[in-house]
């Protein structure tokens, strides 16, 4: 019942991690107050490819504590996917585990690391429809009169391109016909 609250789950199968994946986020499972950890033992490539290819994973509180070696020289890695980087998208070893050393963490980084206070000028893509006074197109000419620019307003574009500013993002707006091409547009985004 509770949206805030801390998951624990324990796999080796990457079949079930996917799964999980994709369910948590039809099934509204996770919301960002949420944590979630994974305990697994998968090879470095594919908790790589887990972790950067599932929204969950990737855009959500998830991070995936890895057992990298077994006794006795136990020793326990904790990654995350930190989506907007200097350098673009990338999979970050947040702390490492050992019986001898307990926890030690990364370099300017927190277990559950915040994703999204910079997106370092990354392209997000939206969808609208013109609805004023909540969202509008004005198309202009060129001199030329053969090309034409479409330009944004109303109070919902305004309000999106200030948090664009604060956040550091562009945005790219996807043409769509219809409010229900939308709707299939953001079903095949997540």
């Known amino acids: 019942m509770s949206r805030c609250s801390v998951v624990v789950v324990v796999s080796e199968s990457r079949t079930f991690l996917a799964t999980l994946a994709n369910w948590s986020l039809k099934g509204r499972l996770l919301v960002w107050a949420s944590r979630l950890l994974v305990v697994t033992r998968l ?62 963490l990364g370099s300017k980084v927190t277990i559950f690391p915040e994703k999204h206070h910079n997106f370092y000028g990354s392209v997000v893509n939206v969808t609208g429809q013109p609805f004023m006074p909540f969202w509008g197109e004005v198309v202009q000419g060129s001199e030329e009169g053969r090309s034409t620019v479409t330009r944004y307003t109303g109070s919902d574009y305004y309000l999106l391109e200030t948090v664009a500013s604060a956040l550091n993002f562009t945005i790219s707006v996807t043409p769509s016909a219809s409010w229900q091409e939308i ?7 997540n």
């Open 183 to 189: 709707h299939l547009l953001s079903v095949q985004l």
């Open 43 to 104: 090879t470095l490539p594919q908790l790589h490819s887990l972790l950067s290819s599932h929204w969950t994973f990737s855009m959500m509180n998830t991070v995936f504590l890895n057992l990298e070696q077994p006794r006795p020289n136990l020793r326990c890695a904790l990654y995350g996917h930190l989506p907007y980087t200097p350098v673009g998208p990338q999979v970050q070893q947040v702390a490492l585990w050992t019986p001898q050393r307990t926890v030690i």
